[in-house]
């Protein structure tokens, strides 16, 4: 595996901490990610996205979703709630675990359902109206007839 250093990025560069941050997060990546709980991300139209989230045996109240830092945090906590239960067999999994989604720039959060065990996040990106491409109107020029250089000519007599 090649490491980077990318030291010289950031002291040769003003204004770019995030793509900076961004290269370190992916290069710096360990095979042994989290893959609990399994989740899809999904463009639901052009400037639209939803992230699911299977959160079997979590209600409502024991998940979290926050934004912070530019990112989507999402976690759960369950209660002990054992209640002198003896398991034979227990393939719930009902862990702590928290989630990270690293949004970019102008996207946010608009709303989470749960439904059947899924976890719902809907996205959308809204870009300013300074930076929408916009159209700029080319206005015919007008033919203004100019008269000429006319000189004037005298006769001397």
């Keep these: 595996m090649r490491s980077f250093d990318l030291a010289p990025l ?19 990546s360990d095979v042994s990610q989290p893959t609990y709980p399994p989740y899809n991300i999904e463009k ?17 109240n024991d998940l ?16 002990d709630e054992d209640g002198g239960r003896t398991y034979l067999h227990r393939g719930i999994a009902t862990r702590a675990f928290e989630r990270r ?11 989470a359902s749960h439904t059947d065990g899924m976890l719902h996040i809907k996205l959308e990106r809204e870009i300013p ?15 203004v007839e ?10 001397v007599n």
């Design 10 to 28: 950031y002291r040769a560069t003003v204004g770019f901490d995030q793509i900076a941050d961004l290269m370190d997060r992916v290069l710096a």
């Design 44 to 60: 639901t139209a052009d400037d639209a996205y939803r992230i699911s989230i299977a959160v079997a045996g979590f209600s409502a």
């Design 64 to 79: 979290s979703v926050e934004v912070k830092d530019g990112a989507l945090v999402v976690s759960a906590r369950k209660a």
């Design 101 to 111: 989604f690293h949004l970019a720039d102008h996207v946010r959060v608009t709303g």
């Design 129 to 143: 109206e300074a930076l929408k491409p916009r159209r700029i109107e080319i206005q015919k020029s007008e033919t």
């Design 146 to 155: 100019t008269d000429k250089d006319v000189v004037d000519a005298k006769a």
